[in-house]
């Protein structure tokens, strides 16, 4: 009888803790898709969001960049998850993110025959996938 106060008393424990760390799972999920859609939003809404800042810098060299909303989507994901392995800069992070992804097009700018280039998340991902995995090299560049 003893034995069995016990074992029910160690499954509700056990299943008080599985819960517990599934509603914390949860939590971090829906703490990670809101700062997506955060990112998402600063990169895009205001008037002065990073991606109009580089179409106009990239203006400056007569290239025309445009960003889909795949590549902004790619973006967003790529900085939240390095924020969540590395220390969390916030938004901060999109900033570093950015400059990565157009480092090579701001260099290579006035050798462009090229004059239009329009940033996807294939381009985003064939940039910065490299870097990301590389948990190292995104703690030191990202």
């Known amino acids: ?34 700062l997506r859609e955060d990112f998402i939003r600063i990169l895009t809404e205001p008037e002065n969001a990073l ?19 795949d590549a902004v989507a790619a973006l967003a994901e790529i900085a939240a998850e390095v924020n969540s392995r590395s220390e969390n800069i916030g938004a901060r992070r999109l900033h570093t993110v950015l400059e990565r992804l157009l480092e090579e097009l701001s260099f290579s700018a006035p050798e462009l025959t090229e004059r239009t280039v329009t940033v996807d998340s294939e ?15 995104s703690r030191y560049i990202l």
């Open 51 to 69: 991606t109009r800042q580089y179409v106009a810098l990239m203006e400056t060299e007569n290239v025309h960049l445009t960003f889909t909303g």
């Open 123 to 137: 381009y985003v991902h064939r940039r910065l996938d490299p870097i990301v995995k590389n948990e190292d090299l």
């Open 1 to 34: 009888m003893l034995e069995d106060l016990f074992r029910l008393a160690a499954e509700a424990c056990f299943n008080l803790h599985a819960h517990q760390r599934r509603m914390h799972a949860r939590g971090l999920h829906l703490q990670s898709r809101q």
